[in-house]
């Protein structure tokens, strides 16, 4: 697979009319040594005084036009992202389990790079983010011009993680796996991505049970298009074994509360209180069961 073709291709994104002037805005932003910078539930970068003055509006307006933003939150100087999910509740949730110091990290379906730049903390050797979206790049790029991190960032998919020029020791599979339509053969490709002794952290949808069975959607789940697989745990687990992972721990099963995933003005769009049935809590706009996920760690 050639991914230097794939990488041209891709970045003509950031020619498109909708793009363009968001990228442009961007790189007007001066960059910046911050006085410190904070990776807890949320990230907070303190700016110097004098360019906090300067250029306050100018980072608010870069940053509204930046909008939806998904995962967060942020802080940068006296403006506060309040993004549609509170991220660090999945971070920490994960946290205990993540050893990531001195090595090789992906984040596949990575976003705005929230629990990228939180991983920082841990001291890995070199952190690659990989998201199709020009956007959430863009996002990226802003939190990043204040932090300087040295974090890639790849607008590549997971598809194309084992074609990658190197290896990986640790994969964080976040929200991923329900939007793959052959979900063993995803989990084979990452496996392929992962050095020997790898691990990968994974959540995905899943349904109650101990069948070994899953959803598969007519339609839209929680409005949600393209979601082909919602497995019961023991099926996800049986796709980690037939993908070749040796050891699988679940880490939790949780459902999505309303105080992880809300509408804020940070989006323009609807939200979990929309994607759920009116009359019954349990179930989404579709019948089907609310959304609840799965956390799992595999080692090869």
Known sequence: MDLDAIRRERSKAFGWKNIAPLAESLDSLPKVTPVSVEYEDTIKIILPTEYKESYASKIKDIAISLKPWRKGPFEI?????????????????????INIKDKIV???GCNNGYYMFRMLKKNPKQIVGFDPSALYMLQFKFIDKFINSGIEYELLGVEHLEFYEHKFDTIFCLGVLYHRSDPVSTLKSL????????????????????????????????????????????????????????????????????????KTEWIDTQSLQD??????????????????????????
Request: aromatic share 12%.
């Open 77 to 97: 100087g006296e403006l506060f992202i309040d993004s549609e999910w509170q991220s660090f509740i999945k971070y920490n949730l994960l946290l205990p389990h």
């Open 106 to 108: 992906a984040d596949v």
């Open 191 to 262: 496996k392929r991505a992962l050095n020997r002794n790898g691990e990968l952290f994974l959540d995905t949808f899943m349904i109650d049970g101990d069948e070994h069975i899953a959803l598969s959607p007519a339609n839209r789940y929680s409005k949600i298009p393209n979601i082909y697989f919602i497995p019961t745990v023991p099926t996800l687990i049986n796709w980690c074994k037939r993908a070749g992972f040796g050891s699988i721990e679940v880490i939790d099963i949780k459902k999505t509360e309303h105080n992880e995933q809300r």
């Open 275 to 300: 994607f759920l049935d009116p009359n019954d809590s349990t179930k989404t706009i579709e019948g089907y069961p609310a959304p609840k996920r799965v956390y799992i760690k595999a080692i090869l």
